[in-house]
């Protein structure tokens, strides 16, 4: 008999990669990486064990996206948004860590 839980996602997550940067609530630097996925509400991040260990349940992320010009449909640059977020699981994928990440909300 196997057991099925429920998919706790509400979100599709789509394949992305974008530069993120990591801090600890304190503002420390942590590592600088790109994220695996990406949905609405979270990030998927793959990372050394080493810096993943590192990781605490809150943080802040910057994560750099692509600029859209509904004007211009050539648009290029980037746009950075910082996010509170927390780790919602670590998972070892391989030599890296998959680290998921529920973004909170904006930081000003």
């Not at 503002?27 to 509400?41: K, Q």
């Not at 943080?59 to 640059?77: E, Y």
């Not at 977020?85 to 890296?96: I, K, Y």
Request: net charge positive.
């Amino acid at each position: 008999m196997s057991v099925h839980l429920a998919e706790r996602r509400c979100y599709v997550r789509l394949p992305a990669s974008h530069p993120v940067t990591v801090w600890d609530r304190r503002g420390r630097l942590l590592v600088r990486t790109r994220t695996s996925d990406i949905s609405p509400n979270g990030l998927l991040l793959l990372l050394p064990s080493e810096k993943a260990d590192k990781v605490p349940e809150w943080l802040v992320v910057r994560v750099s996206l692509p600029a859209i010009s509904f004007g211009n449909h050539g648009g290029r640059g980037t746009r950075s948004v910082r996010y509170n977020a927390r780790v919602v699981h670590r998972e070892p994928t391989g030599q890296l860590v998959s680290v998921g990440l529920e973004l909170l909300g904006k930081v000003g």
